[in-house]
């Protein structure tokens, strides 16, 4: 996935994947501003070969729309295969992800955070806050610990600082990201938990409206950051499990630490606590030894926790990693079942729009004439309405997949 970002003229950063790149493609942003050449960036992502592919024809549109810019690549992608980005013509450098945040490989000039901007200048209305990066887990399809390395946390007074940040720039909603957010703290003294740190910020930030979670490991949830999920308010009522598969013995060749039978119990666990929360879930069709009964438990999956935020995979294999050596699913095969996996979550995220119908709600409006309520369901905004501002709708109907 691309995201989009915004043009100056003076630099330039494309960001590919996660909201972890996201966030610190703000961070590159702010290094290469001001400085008397101009950069463009690509911030890569190697989740699958189709993000590599992607990230590679960002490199070669970014050169042809800006030919004499100075051109960098940095993210995952550049960081487990630099040789591949250094030998393409349009790259004038490869920056590491272990490097993308220090002002040198730049060659810019120190920060030690970033500036805060007037309200009315801030450049989103919703931020995020990287606050842990690599992995320590050994999942079978992922070639992204390759790329990001061992589990880093960012201290809890590094996190306050980074929020306030956000907070004096107008931001109103604020989203811990990372590769795997729920390890925050494991290698920080008295290893405290992600919960602690979520209590932490909203102690510090009392005046803070919305904190939202990014994707989640459910086994990793501590009782804390439970608790904070289904009773404090200002959370919203919005989670994202990493779940990858619905069979247990797909979720074995993974390397995955839960169940199928502790994923849905999870799922009802913070239903039942927190009736108006809305589940998303990662789902991977096709997996490698994948036969059609592990595929209807993907499927199934989808009914039985509710998932209404669906990102489906289908699998890819990533050299270097142990599933890309296990028997393959037809490619064929796996777009069908992964359209089929689609098919599912679309109908479950269809009935509960259609719930939300006639309900009042509170939506965060953004810059593009729409918003989203404390559940992330997408909603068009009246005209007029300003960005940043929390404002009432009941909607009336859906149209074109939002909420009016």
């Not at 590159?28 to 101009?38: D, N, S």
């Not at 250094?86 to 920056?95: F, I, K, L, R, T």
């Not at 918003?371 to 007029?384: Q, T």
């Amino acid at each position: 996935m691309t995201i989009p970002c915004e043009r100056t003229s003076v630099s330039e950063v494309v960001t590919l994947g996660c909201r972890l790149n996201l966030a610190e493609s703000e961070t590159i942003r702010g290094l290469i501003a001001g400085e008397p050449q101009r950069t463009v960036v690509v911030n890569s992502c190697a989740v699958t070969a189709e993000a590599v592919r992607q990230s590679r024809r960002a490199v070669r549109r970014l050169r042809a729309a800006h030919p004499d810019a100075r051109l960098l690549v940095t993210g995952c992608a550049a960081t487990i295969s630099p040789e591949d980005f250094s030998a393409m013509p349009e790259v004038d450098g490869v920056v590491p992800n272990a490097a993308k945040l220090d002002p040198a490989a730049w060659q810019a000039r120190p920060a030690l955070l970033p500036t805060p901007l007037p309200a009315a200048m801030a450049r989103h209305t919703r931020a995020f806050v990287p606050v842990q990066t690599g992995c320590d887990h050994a999942c079978t399809f992922c070639i992204i610990p390759a790329g990001r390395g061992k589990s880093l946390s960012l201290p809890v007074a590094d996190v306050l600082r980074a929020v306030e940040v956000h907070l004096a720039s107008g931001a109103r909603e604020v989203v811990l990201t990372g590769v795997d957010v729920t390890g925050w703290g494991a290698d920080l003294p008295d290893t405290p938990r992600l919960g602690d740190l979520v209590a932490a910020i909203l102690a510090a930030f009392p005046t803070l409206p919305r904190l939202r979670l990014s994707s989640l490991d459910g086994v990793e949830i501590d009782g804390l950051l439970f608790e904070l999920i289904t009773g404090e308010p200002r959370i919203m009522p919005h989670v994202h499990l990493s779940l990858q598969a619905g069979h247990d013995l797909t979720l074995k060749r993974m390397k995955r630490r839960h169940t199928r039978a502790e994923a849905v119990l999870l799922s009802e666990r913070l239903r039942a606590s927190r009736p108006d929360i809305a589940i998303g879930a990662d789902l991977i069709a096709g997996f490698p030894t994948e036969d059609e009964a592990m595929h209807a438990a993907n499927v199934a999956i989808v009914e039985e926790c509710g998932i209404v935020h669906g990102h489906v995979f289908p699998y890819s294999p990533r050299p270097g990693t142990p599933a890309a050596r296990m028997p393959q699913v037809p490619p064929p095969v796996v777009r069908a079942r992964a359209a089929e996996v689609r098919t599912a979550v679309a109908a479950m995220r269809a009935r509960w729009l259609e719930g939300l119908v006639g309900t009042a709600r509170e939506v965060l409006a953004e810059r593009d004439g729409t918003g989203h309520s404390p559940e992330f369901a997408p909603y068009r905004l009246p005209e007029g309405t300003a960005p940043g501002q929390i404002v009432m709708l009941t909607p009336t109907r859906i149209h074109e997949g939002l909420l009016e």
